[in-house]
């Protein structure tokens, strides 16, 4: 079973964080997507972050923001980590993190 982690953060007026996150402990894990631009083109790569060590876990790379993308890189989080019950994962609310596919893999890591 997953965990939703609920927080937000913004930038202050001095130009530090601010905001609260409740849930960066050893069983969290934190999902980004960003874009990479070559030559000719731009690549999308997905990260999860262990949210205690900020360790990567699990990463993807595609030519398209397609929800496969998202995915590969879970999977291949949950792979590495084998996460325990309660685990807790953050991401933005973006359409390939809240897409049922994304979704069933987060419900049926148990």
Same mark, same amino acid.
């Given at each position: ?17 601010? &905001?609260?996150?409740?849930? !960066?402990?050893?069983?969290?894990? #934190?999902?980004? =997507? /960003?874009? =990479?631009? #070559? ?8 990260? =999860? !972050? ?14 398209? !923001? ?7 890189? !879970? $999977?291949?989080?949950?792979? $590495?980590?084998?996460?325990?019950? &309660? ?6 609310? &973006? ?10 893999? #987060?419900?049926? /890591?148990?």
């Amino acid at each position: 079973m997953f965990q939703s982690c609920l927080g937000y953060s913004l930038v202050g007026r001095f130009g530090g964080l601010s &905001g609260h996150f409740y849930c !960066l402990s050893r069983q969290s894990a #934190l999902a980004d =997507i /960003t874009y =990479i631009r #070559l030559r000719a083109e731009f690549v999308y790569l997905a990260v =999860i !972050l262990d949210g205690f060590s900020r360790k990567v876990v699990g990463w993807a790379l595609e030519r398209t !923001l397609a929800t496969r993308l998202t995915k590969a890189a !879970l $999977e291949q989080a949950i792979a $590495e980590r084998q996460p325990p019950p &309660g685990w807790v994962h953050h991401s933005d609310r &973006g359409v390939q993190y809240a897409s049922d596919e994304y979704g069933r893999v #987060l419900q049926n /890591t148990r």
